[in-house]
């Protein structure tokens, strides 16, 4: 059963108003499958407004193009925006293990960890699209991590916490490493808090 | 120009023999194109074959199947065969920092980077390549390092250093953070090797 939406006129991106939130909704959803079956290459903007029931104008409208709309779907395991604030605004004492913690909740979240699994691979398995993900790392989390460190190396500092925690989402999540895929948060937060803190700090 | 070969009869994979190592090593590098090009599902048997300039058969007659020769291209630029032993014999105090060290130096060697990130790219990026670099990793390196370890988290300890050490050559030579991209070997060094160590004996 495909539905078809009529596009509101002259709005890309932004913010959803109410009755357009669950089309664009159903667009990433249906995004996020089609990246995860055939890879950045393979996904058609068509194949993606088929599987969510919308014309492939519609999607256009909303994210742009394809390489538009898998910056947009990177965004939406993490969202860096929501929760970085308030880590950084926490004490420093533990800053490290609260990083962890907070990636490694999230993603223990079904939903979350098959779309960012999904996107991981899409993003490190194609020349196109690996920008695209440093991009949003360096934009999102490394630059705003470095302000607030407030030291000359914060940029190397904050890409190191950037390498141990996407080295840990990729060999829990992805690889699934059997010893660390069968590890609790807390052994997890208790083993590498202390790495992330030294990266920060020492 | 096409140079057929002709397969030796009843031989499949393990050492070559004198004048079969060129044909195996012009197999194996067209391999690592054609992965880095099309991609793991995209390359072909015959593709490889035709850029090595031999029969398909004799692609199949060295390596199995399209699954076989990935596995054996992911050996390619690491050999962890080769250089763990001697890392592991030398003295416990610095071998967090041999450890990143060995991994830096290696992949600074232009042709062993490209192999690197074109396997890391394929073998991430896809979901039957995964189990392959999962497994190579686990059988190759985690239970190695592990049994050096002889404690009893010895396969967490050797997959916490797996993750950081992925992290890095992820974050340096595939995504190339800038910050961590320009900064030396003896700088990430002596930032990570505590890492490594603390992960191997604290």
Redesign the interface.
């Known amino acids: 059963m495909v539905e078809y939406v009529v596009p509101a006129p002259k709005r890309r991106r932004g913010r959803p108003r109410a009755g357009e939130s669950d089309a664009r909704e159903r667009i990433m959803a249906a995004a996020i499958e089609e990246f995860g079956e055939a890879?950045y290459?393979?996904a058609t903007m068509r194949a993606i407004a088929s599987r969510a029931g919308v014309d492939p104008a519609l999607v256009h409208h909303y994210f742009g193009t394809k390489a538009d709309l898998f910056g947009e779907a990177i965004h939406a395991p993490l969202r860096p925006d929501l929760a970085l604030p308030e880590i950084l605004a926490g004490p420093r004492d533990d800053m490290g293990e609260r990083i962890v913690r907070y990636l490694l909740e999230t993603w223990e979240q079904p939903d979350v960890r098959r779309r960012g699994v999904v996107l991981?691979?899409?993003a490190?398995?194609?020349?196109l699209t690996?920008p695209l993900?440093?991009g949003f790392?360096?934009r999102e989390l490394?630059s705003r991590i470095a302000r607030a460190l407030e030291v000359e190396?914060g940029?190397?500092r904050?890409?190191?916490v950037?390498?141990?925690?996407?080295?840990?989402l990729?060999?829990?999540y992805?690889?699934?490493?059997?010893?660390?895929a069968e590890?609790s948060v807390d052994?997890i937060v208790a083993?590498?808090g202390?790495?992330v803190q030294?990266?920060l700090y020492d």
């Open positions: 890879g290459d393979g991981l691979r899409a490190i398995g194609n020349r690996t993900l440093a790392l360096s490394l190396d940029e190397l904050a890409s190191l950037a390498s141990q925690v996407a080295g840990i990729i060999a829990r992805v690889l699934r490493l059997p010893a660390l590890a052994e083993r590498v202390p790495t030294r990266y």
